[in-house]
């Protein structure tokens, strides 16, 4: 229950941060929607990634080098779930045409992206043999 609360409440912090920023590049740039989109999902896959790695998964990467190669996987498995994501708010964009009714698509798609890519990181990222599990790592180790 409690990674389950956990996993919720990073999913609004992702949200109001990727929300967050279209608001801020379309308020910079009017007609930059496609890179108000754009600019919104990569901020919320940094903050989501560092926060399901550290507090939902217990990954400790062993290096630089394997936490960019599981940050690469990571990215791969929401390419579908951003396509979710990215198809409902810009469908909401073309049938309602209103700032409003767009972030509102985009909420939904992220909700239903969300669950989707906690099943996938879940089997195929953070899965044993390829995540180091914080209670496998020497104490000393940093965090």
Not at 9 to 28: E, M, P, R, S, Y
Request: glycine share 10%; with cysteine.
């Amino acid at each position: 229950m409690r990674t389950t609360l956990l996993y919720a409440l990073f999913c609004i912090v992702a949200i109001a941060v990727n929300i967050g920023t279209q608001d801020v590049v379309v308020w910079l740039w009017p007609s930059g929607i496609l890179l108000s989109i754009v600019a919104g999902t990569a901020t919320g896959l940094v903050i989501k990634y560092i926060l399901d790695k550290r507090f939902i998964f217990c990954f400790t990467p062993q290096s630089a080098v394997h936490n960019g190669k599981t940050f690469v996987l990571y990215t791969s498995m929401g390419v579908a779930t951003t396509a979710i994501f990215w198809g409902f708010e810009y469908g909401f964009w073309l049938a309602f045409g209103t700032a409003r009714m767009r972030y509102l698509g985009g909420v939904i798609g992220l909700v239903i992206g969300y669950v989707t890519k906690y099943h996938l990181d879940k089997h195929f990222v953070f899965k044993a043999g390829i995540a180091v599990p914080r209670t496998k790592l020497r104490r000393n180790s940093p965090p």
